[in-house]
Each structure stands twice: as structure tokens, then as C-alpha cells.
T-cell receptor, first 113, second 114 residues
Framework: GNSVTQMEGPVTLSEEAFLTINCTYT??????LFWYVQYPGEGLQLLLK?????DKGSNKGFEATYRKETTSFHLEKGSVQVSDSAVYFC????????????FGSGTRLLVRP | DGGITQSPKYLFRKEGQNVTLSCEQN?????MYWYRQDPGQGLRLIYY???????QKGDIAEGYSVSREKKESFPLTVTSAQKNPTAFYLC?????????????FGNGTRLTVT
């Protein structure tokens, strides 16, 4: 079945460092891909999405490019802030009639001042 | 403002009791979902509903039940048959079915069963 694999955390960075969180997927066809962010004690918020190969999703300085050839959707940010500390989830949309989202296990990011 | 409301935020129950978690949305979304989140793990789908009066089992439906009598509401009952009910429960909704439509989440209910 379809699946999403994320790099294990926690990822600890200093403020203004460059961020990469790896995400790879296994799926038939061409699913849509998403990154969600979860702040402590809250639900998930959509961060960005990409719906076809070579699409780049971007929001709040975060970017991710849908790479069909490597089945990847890595999350990047050029300069992280303390306020970016959260858990980040990669997800894909199932290709059947349910259109369910399949989530990775999440990667915790901790940014130190 | 439109959104998804889950209540209560924290819920405590004794083992052997059924408990119902509330989820209400005013986004006029057709599809609604219940996910379970355990520490250090991703989200696992419990049940989902694409239309009123219809719902489907997700990956971990055993020990749970749902109803969808109104478009706005999708309550989840955690029954005594659920072996390990302590978890963070997230409700979500979606504007329309389709690959491109993202989920909107509530702020979750943390259930503790002792």
C-alpha cells in the first residue's frame, strides 16, 4: 500500500540555520503531497502542498518540490526561527475514491536562540 | 470565523466506560475524519465520512464507533472494547473529495483512561 517515510527527529538547529526535513513516499500513480505543522497541544495546520510532478509548494519561507523521479518531497527553509519549533508531517492523498491522507510519523524540529 | 471545534480539550475516564468525543464544523465541508495520534507516531485513520448518514472504517476502527446524522457533526465514541484508548484524537474535515483538497483540523481532544 501507499506509505510516507520521514526522517527521524528531533532535528535541533540554531536560529537562522538552514533546514531540510526529508520525506519520501511510495504510491501508485501521482498523489498530491502535503506538509502539515503541529504546534504543541494543537491540531495540524496545512503548511504547503503540491499536486503534480515538479510543482513547488511554498509558504512562510518553507518550500518543497514534488520530485517524481526520486519519489520525494523534502521540506526546506533557508533561515529558521525559534517560532518554527514544532512537529512537521509529510502526507500524501490516496488515489482511490476515499482520497484519504496517509501521514508520515512526523519530525520534531527544535530551534535554539 | 469558520473552523472545527473539538470538545473537551482534555477528557478523563475510567476503564470500562464508553466515552464520546465531540467534533463540530461550520465550514460546510462534506467529508469528515477522525485520526488518532500516539506519542512519536504519525496519525492513524479511525473512521471517515464523505456524506451525511454514511461512514467508512479506517485503518484502526476496532473499538470505536461514529455517527453522521448532520453535516456539521461527526462524534466519535470510544468503547470499552478499545484496548488502548489513551491517545490524542484529532477531527478533520475537507471541502470536497479529490486529490488536491487539504484537510482542516480541530485542536484535538486528549483522552486519558485509567
Amino acid at each position: 500500500g501507499n506509505s510516507v517515510t520521514q526522517m527521524e527527529g528531533p532535528v535541533t538547529l540554531s536560529e537562522e540555520a538552514f533546514l531540510t526535513i526529508n520525506c519520501t513516499y511510495t504510491a501508485t500513480g501521482y498523489p498530491s503531497l502535503f506538509w502539515y505543522v503541529q504546534y504543541p497541544g494543537e491540531g495540524l495546520q496545512l503548511l504547503l502542498k503540491a499536486t503534480k510532478a515538479d510543482d513547488k509548494g511554498s509558504n512562510k519561507g518553507f518550500e518543497a518540490t514534488y520530485r517524481k523521479e526520486t519519489t520525494s518531497f523534502h521540506l526546506e527553509k533557508g533561515s529558521v526561527q525559534v517560532s518554527d519549533s514544532a512537529v512537521y508531517f509529510c502526507a500524501l492523498s490516496e488515489m482511490d475514491s476515499s482520497y484519504k491522507l496517509i501521514f508520515g510519523s512526523g519530525t520534531r524540529l527544535l530551534v535554539r536562540p | 470565523d469558520g473552523g472545527i471545534t473539538q470538545s473537551p480539550k482534555y477528557l478523563f475516564r475510567k476503564e470500562g466506560q464508553n466515552v464520546t468525543l465531540s467534533c463540530e464544523q461550520n465550514l460546510n465541508h462534506d467529508a469528515m475524519y477522525w485520526y488518532r495520534q500516539d506519542p512519536g507516531q504519525g496519525l492513524r485513520l479511525i473512521y471517515y465520512s464523505q456524506i451525511v448518514n454514511d461512514f467508512q472504517k479506517g485503518d484502526i476502527a476496532e473499538g470505536y464507533s461514529v455517527s453522521r446524522e448532520k453535516k456539521e457533526s461527526f462524534p466519535l465514541t470510544v468503547t470499552s472494547a478499545q484496548k488502548n484508548p489513551t491517545a490524542f484524537y484529532l477531527c478533520a474535515s475537507r471541502e470536497a473529495q479529490g486529490l488536491f483538497s487539504p484537510l482542516h483540523f480541530g485542536n484535538g481532544t486528549r483522552l486519558t483512561v485509567t
